[in-house]
């Protein structure tokens, strides 16, 4: 199950940070995030060590920390997706599904002319496109 | 667990460290540092020390590359539990400290040495050092030998070479211990048990198997000596021994910790030689330590022991082997396993330990957010001990954390990354922001975070009892994030922040701001009186170019150069207070007390006056800072100094300029201005500031009050500008120019008065009048109030700034401003100044010193060699207007100050770059506040035009031109007694015409009204013209009561032009002529400038004046209105007709003087017949004068009719009643041009009476100019000149 998911802008910014979990951890999901970005920064740096290619946008399992697993997803204008689950053995197909359509929903929340780039995405319809994608991926791993 | 272990720690020998008697902590230190060089003793050292009593058990002790290693542990510690499992643990030797002066007695500090001793028991070497004994003790101290060495006082290199010397000793003693602890050990074996053991008694099996393992555990133990010993190969063997033996009866845990001596045997063998093979054999051996660790646990004793922290310490251990970028990952997943290991650690300190070394190793790999994560851990461990110590260190170990956080405090990055002279510079380019703090700002986002690392900083700080580390976090937290804090928790906030300061001594600083934010907002200009004007040496009018021209605001030429422009200078004086205005904001729920702000000045010449200030609640507030500079020089101001919450702070206007920038592009929360209801402000660029020497400072004031001077339309009124020298220097030079709207109101400044007061000294003062005439109020508005009310205009007025201003630009002498590269020396007594440097030639161009003009120019001499000149020469003041081109001498030498401009040809060719630093000068605006009001007010004007026919007079030759007093002939002559106006019976009124002004006074006075006519050409106008004399006594004053009106009659004569030509006729020409040809154009022009010039000619030369009151006098300005009125019948007021006709009576057959001089004007009427009855019944001698007033021949053809009163013509037809001589019609005649004929007859009136005489003409082959003139339509029509009428008065007997 998700129980966290992130917007990091280039500048290491959070654009947008949503837990789904019921009990209060939302700072330490914040510092899971927040941690990754090392991960993420390293992979970035050191793009021949982490073993995808530069095309990829798809950075893998970043860390895994006590219950958690990190995944990150980093688009070419260098801005990172981070997705925080506690699910044991995910497919990497699933995560990948998760992060395009997490991505289409991201640029189509960018592309509204009322938004500001660089600022937190605050849109509505945003966090709910991505809190259905978050139970659908539930869904289709379970399923 | 142990901090900081690596690989190589198990072999380093432990040693306790024990300060003995009192020891200063400083010098304690000092011991202490200086023991840390002597870590690493080399083996070849200790040779020396060393001798061998039986065979060594290290046989392959490396003598030559080998070496021991120590740690100093100060204070020593407990024994550990585990201290049989791995040697390294063990205390082995314990060296005591003692500083002689504090102890002087030396076997107390044997005894307490040797009790101290006791406690550890591992130790094998005791050496007490006895640091700076006296002669007594050093006497005393021999004797007593044993473990107390003494280190006599000698300088700091004599006493390290002492303790080396020690250092080595005890490396050998312990060397030589532990060969004989291992012969020991292999003879007689150890019991060595480590906590994991079971504590219950054993079984015969069990009892055996003890015994194996015993042997192995003794073989790992002298592998570990042989580690400390450095001898890395014997311990390998003895490793790889033991490893075989703890495998044969599983005991896991040697096992482990023999494989993990061999690692640490091959390292030291290799002697840090890192290849890729070897790393790999490390990590491969490493793994099976870590597992066979992890094999050890038993279940039984989880819950005493565990090996755990075994297993964590090899994770570390590898980690740390490992510790390199490029491996990164595999350490991540090391850390990562070792911090999931945590959760079982039994122990907190452990726990603590293992976060600190995996925050460290992340810190190591670049993984800054990693390590402060674990740091923020540490940080909690150590808040939950609940006590002071640990406070502390919870409080530095999450200050490491704010830089990955981004919220460190100011003072630890105004270290590295912030130099503190970029804060002058950096300012100045205004907009730019510096990538760290943009960064700074977007990772600002993570505000969650950084507001519990901060909350935990002031939280630790409070509990460590550091005050200012706890107002530093509070003002952080408020400033940073004050949208995300409840009012409530502001408030809490507000009062940590106070309780902070409390305990701070007053005046304490701190770097990182709290409230109020502040930007600056503007630096108000110098007040007009006070304006700084940069002079420009190279003219005579230095303030030229300096205000702004053209009429444009914007202009896109200079957009180039906009950006000099943005960056405008500001120039401040030494002395003269300044004021800079900046905006307060206090965007927190509580009231916000300043206890004071003043402006921070860092180039130290300025003096800031603080202020005090109160903000409630979610408020701002702009609030004018001053100060005044002190010396010369630029002025940056960073930011100002803040005294709030008890502490002072400096806030500087960049931060909160980045901040806004942030807010505009949404990184930052809130922008804390806007939250307040200020308005948006754009942003204001930072001038460059700098100040000048004292300039003087002339101080206005108008005489008659500070208030608006009321005056009525056209009032004339004279005034005066106190100018006063407030400043230290004196004035030397001056000018006075206009500006503004209706300048022309301003008829004349008495500049002389204030030339000749210069130089104006400091206090002392000049009064200048003014005169000036109120200019008409504007026809576009007419307000019918502001005749009655005065205040509501005079409102008006001001708004409008119609009022012109006077600018006083004026300046003292600058200095003598020398090219570069040249010492001027002196002048000395005699007035000889001395100047010396590398030039080529430069002049020094006319010198305005005061009143005389000195110039001084001389070049490179030939006769000296090379670039180096030295000329000395007397300057020498020379009177009015002389120069001196030549080198010489002079007398009369007094003091020389010399205001001059020059400049090097050689160094630069641009003379700006040389002659920049004249010091400024100054412009003074001094606004004249007029208010004007509607006076007398104009209602119409229109042209009457009469006809009153003139006498034919007697003919009495009267030269009028000579007769300077005709005025009682000149029409309109006033009599003083009836005020009336008269008519010449002589003149009549032919081609006289009025001018009637219709005015009505609106207003509450009462108006006289005066109308004079200007006679252009006095000098001229010869011909019983009326002169100045006349005019002015000429027009009855007519008094126009309040809410009346009146009308003034102006006669219009006198503005004939005395030739009638074409030139005034193109115009009329063209627009009548069929054809209108295209080159005639410009002559048209011509003409009707020509004829715009007349009008206007006319037209100034009536003036209407008025009076009113005592002291109210002036102009009304009807012009407009006269010209509108003129316009229709200008031509007719203007232009004579083309032939005149006057009549005169021959009498007594006396020959009439020549009346008509060629230069006579325009007046046709020649009335200069004198007066004489004419009789009847007498035959009456007349002529008539007809002249040509053009420039053409005229052929005409004249008749001469004569009619009664009744109109009748009595000279023909059957009744008639006057009978002639001589020829009165038909009379053909020819008159050149500007020519006059006259044409003679006699009348016989028979019937006495009235009778009109009236000459007439039909021209023949008249030109164009004659149409025109006459206005005709077809060109075959006649043209008929009609004279003006003559009356006769005949008088006798019927």
Redesign the interface.
């Known amino acids: 199950m998700i129980v966290c998911v992130a917007v990091v802008?280039h500048?290491?910014?959070?654009l947008y940070i949503q837990s789904f979990t019921e009990a209060d951890d939302?700072?330490k999901l914040?510092?899971i995030v927040?941690?990754s970005?090392?991960?993420v920064?390293?992979r970035v740096n050191?793009p021949k060590?982490s073993g995808s290619t530069l095309n990829e946008t798809f950075l893998g399992l970043l860390?895994?920390?006590?219950n958690y697993k990190v995944y990150g997803y980093l688009t070419n204008t260098k801005v990172k997706f981070i997705l925080v689950t506690t699910d044991l053995d995910v497919r990497d197909a699933d995560v990948r599904n998760f992060f395009r359509r997490f991505h289409a929903a991201y640029v189509d929340a960018v592309s509204n002319p009322f938004h500001?780039p660089?600022?937190?995405i605050t849109s509505r319809t945003f966090a709910e496109r991505v809190s259905t994608i978050v139970k659908s991926f539930g869904s289709s791993s379970a399923g | 667990m142990e901090p900081d272990v690596s690989i190589e720690t198990s072999s380093v020998i432990r040693i306790a460290v024990l300060p003995i008697g009192t020891v200063p902590p400083g010098l304690l230190r000092e011991y202490q540092t200086m023991l840390l060089r002597q870590q690493t003793i080399p083996q070849s050292a200790i040779s020396s020390f060393y001798t061998e009593h039986q065979k060594s058990p290290f046989a392959h002790q490396p003598w030559d590359t080998g070496s021991l290693r120590f740690k100093f542990i100060l204070g020593g510690a407990p024994p550990s539990p585990w201290e049989d499992f791995q040697s390294n643990r063990k205390i082995l030797a314990v060296i005591g400290i003692c500083h002689c002066p504090s102890s002087p007695d030396l076997d107390s500090v044997i005894d307490q040495f040797n009790s101290a001793c006791k406690s550890y028991a591992s130790a094998l070497v005791h050496r007490c050092f006895a640091f700076c004994p006296g002669d007594s003790q050093l006497e005393d101290g021999s004797k007593k030998g044993g473990n107390l060495k003494l280190f006599p006082p000698a300088d700091t290199q004599t006493q390290e070479m002492h303790l080396q010397t020690m250092m080595q000793d005890i490396a050998a003693s312990l060397l030589m211990e532990f060969e004989k602890w291992v012969l020991k050990a292999e003879s007689a074996g150890t019991i060595l048990k480590t906590p994991l053991d079971s504590q219950a008694s054993l079984n015969s099996e069990e009892v055996l198997k003890a015994k194996k393992r015993r042997l192995a555990r003794s073989q790992k133990t002298i592998g570990d000596y042989c580690l400390l010993a450095g001898s890395p190969v014997d311990a390998s063997a003895h490793y790889s021994t033991s490893q075989e033996l703890a495998r044969l009866t599983s005991d896991y845990f040697w096992y482990a910790g023999a494989l993990e001596g061999g690692v640490c045997a091959l390292l030291l063998d290799r002697m840090g030689q890192k290849d890729p093979a070897m790393e790999e054999e490390v990590r491969y051996r490493y793994n099976s330590v870590i597992v066979h660790y992890r094999k050890s646990f038993i279940q039984d004793n989880a819950q005493r022991v565990s090996p755990l922290s075994f297993e964590l310490e090899a994770t570390l251990k590898l980690a740390r082997f490992l510790c390199r970028?490029?491996l990164?990952?595999e350490v991540?997943e090391l850390l990562?396993s070792a911090?999931?290991g945590a959760k079982s650690l039994i122990d907190a300190s452990d726990r603590l330990i293992l976060f600190v070394e995996i925050a460290r190793l992340?810190g190591t790999i670049?993984?800054?957010?990693?390590a402060a994560?674990f740091s923020r851990q540490i940080a909690q461990l150590y808040l939950q001990q609940e006590n002071r110590l640990a406070a502390i260190s919870a409080m530095q170990v999450l200050a490491m954390t704010t830089k990955a956080y981004r919220v460190q405090s100011r003072t630890s990055t105004s270290e590295h990354s912030l130099p503190n002279k970029q804060i002058g510079s950096s300012h100045v380019d205004g907009g730019k922001m510096h990538h760290h703090s943009?960064?700074s700002l977007?990772?600002s986002?993570?505000s969650?975070?950084q507001m519990?690392v901060l909350r935990e900083i002031l939280l630790s700080a409070v509990r460590a009892g550091d005050p200012l580390a706890a107002w530093s976090a509070a003002a952080r937290l408020l400033r940073s994030y004050y949208p995300l804090i409840t009012p409530a928790g502001q408030n809490g906030l507000a009062s940590a922040l106070s309780n902070s300061s409390d305990r701070l001594p007053s005046g304490t600083r701190c770097a990182d701001p709290a409230l109020p934010f502040i930007r600056l907002y503007s630096f108000p200009l110098h007040p007009s009186q006070m304006d700084i004007v940069k002079r420009n040496p190279e003219r005579e009018d230095w303030w030229a170019g300096s205000a702004p021209s053209g009429p444009f605001i914007y202009t896109p030429f200079s957009k180039g150069e906009s950006n000099e422009s943005s960056k405008q200078d500001l120039i401040w004086v030494v002395g003269e207070p300044i004021q800079v205005l900046v905006e307060l904001a206090n965007p927190c729920g509580f009231d916000l007390r300043v206890d004071s702000i003043y402006l921070s000045v860092h180039s130290g010449n300025f003096d800031a006056f603080p202020v005090s200030v109160n903000l409630p609640t979610n408020s701002s507030k702009v609030i004018t800072l001053s100060g005044i500079p002190t010396s010369v020089g630029p002025v940056t101001i960073p930011g100002c100094m803040v005294h709030c919450f008890g502490v002072v702070t400096e806030h500087l206007f960049k931060d909160v300029d980045n901040l806004l920038l942030g807010a505009t592009?949404?990184?930052v929360l809130s922008d804390p201005f806007r939250c307040c209801g200020s308005a948006k402000l754009r942003n204001v660029s930072f001038p460059n500031i700098s100040v000048v020497p004292p300039l003087p400072l002339l101080v206005p004031h108008v005489g008659g009050g500070d208030g608006a001077i009321i005056l009525y339309e056209g009032e004339i009124r004279d005034l005066w500008i106190n100018l006063a020298n407030a400043g230290t220097v004196p004035v030397e030079q001056v000018h006075i120019s206009l500006s503004g709207k209706n300048q022309d109101c301003v008829i004349s400044v008495a500049y002389e008065t204030l030339k000749a007061a210069l130089p104006l000294k400091p206090g002392s003062e000049v009064t200048i009048p003014v005169t000036l005439k109120a200019w008409q109020l504007g026809l576009v508005d007419p307000d019918p109030a502001a005749g009655k009310s005065a205040f509501g205009s005079m409102m008006r007025h001001f708004k409008d700034g119609s009022s012109p201003t006077v600018v006083i630009h004026y300046a003292a002498l600058g200095s003598l401003n020398w090219p570069n590269g040249v010492d001027v020396v002196g002048p000395d007594d005699h007035g000889v100044v001395e100047i010396t440097g590398q030039w080529d030639y430069f002049m020094l161009d006319p010198i305005r010193f005061m009143k005389h003009v000195l110039a001084i120019r001389f070049g490179r001499r030939s006769d000296e060699g090379g670039g180096e000149g030295r000329i000395g020469f007397v300057l020498g003041l020379v009177e009015e207007e002389a120069t001196m081109n030549t080198l010489g001498y002079f007398h009369k030498i007094s003091t020389i100050i010399i205001w001059c401009r020059s400049w090097s040809l050689s160094s630069s060719g641009d003379p700006s770059t040389v002659g920049s630093s004249v010091p400024p000068g100054r412009r003074l605006v001094v606004p004249l506040q007029i208010c004007v009001l509607q006076g007398l007010s104009f209602v119409k004007a229109r042209l009457l035009s009469m006809e009153i026919p003139a006498h034919v007079g007697e003919n009495l030759p009267k030269p009028v031109h000579v007769d300077s007093q005709s005025t009682e002939r000149a029409i309109g002559s006033e009599s003083k007694l009836d005020r009336l106006v008269k008519i010449d019976p002589f003149r009549g009124s032919w081609g006289l015409r009025f001018l009637e002004l219709e005015l009505s006074n609106p207003t509450d006075v009462v108006f006289d009204i005066s109308v004079s006519v200007q006679l252009e050409n006095l000098s001229n106008a010869d011909n019983d013209s009326a002169d100045q004399d006349a005019v002015e006594y000429g027009y009855p004053k007519t008094r126009i009561d309040r809410d009346c009106s009146a009308r003034v009659l102006i006669p219009l004569e006198h503005f004939k032009l005395p030739i009638l030509d074409g030139s005034f006729f193109m115009k009329d020409i063209q627009a009548d002529g069929p054809t209108g040809s295209r080159n005639s154009s410009f002559s048209e022009k011509n003409a009707k400038a020509e004829l715009n010039a007349s009008i206007k000619n006319l037209i100034s030369r009536i003036k209407v004046r008025w009076q009113s009151g005592r002291n109210s006098s002036g102009e009304l300005n009807i012009k407009d209105a006269i010209q509108a009125a003129l316009q229709a019948s200008v031509m007719d007021v203007l232009l004579p007709d083309p032939l005149t006709f006057g009549f005169r009576l021959l009498r007594n057959g006396l020959e009439p003087a020549k009346l008509d001089s060629p230069n006579e004007l325009n007046s046709s009427v020649q009335s200069s017949a004198s007066k004489g009855p004419v009789l009847a019944h007498d035959m009456t001698p007349m002529e008539v004068l007809v002249r040509n007033n053009t420039k053409d021949l005229i052929k005409m053809n004249l008749s001469i009719t004569c009619r009664d009163v009744a109109g009748e013509n009595c000279v023909e037809g059957a009744k008639a009643t006057v009978l002639w001589a001589g020829i009165l019609s038909g009379i053909t005649i020819e008159i050149p041009p500007l020519q006059e004929i006259k044409h003679s007859f006699s009348l016989y009136f028979l019937v006495p009476g009235e009778y009109t005489l009236v000459a007439a003409a039909l021209i023949d082959d008249a030109n164009d100019i004659l149409r025109a003139r006459a206005r005709t339509h077809s060109p075959d029509e006649p043209i008929f000149c009609c004279g003006p009428p003559y009356n006769v008065r005949v008088i006798g007997t019927a």
């Open positions: 802008g500048q290491n910014n959070p939302a700072l914040h510092h927040h941690c970005l090392d991960v920064d390293e050191n060590k860390y895994p920390t006590e500001v660089g600022k937190k | 970028r490029e990164a990952k991540v990562t911090a999931d992340y670049g993984y800054q957010r990693k994560f943009v960064v977007f990772e986002q993570w969650t975070l519990v592009q949404g990184l």
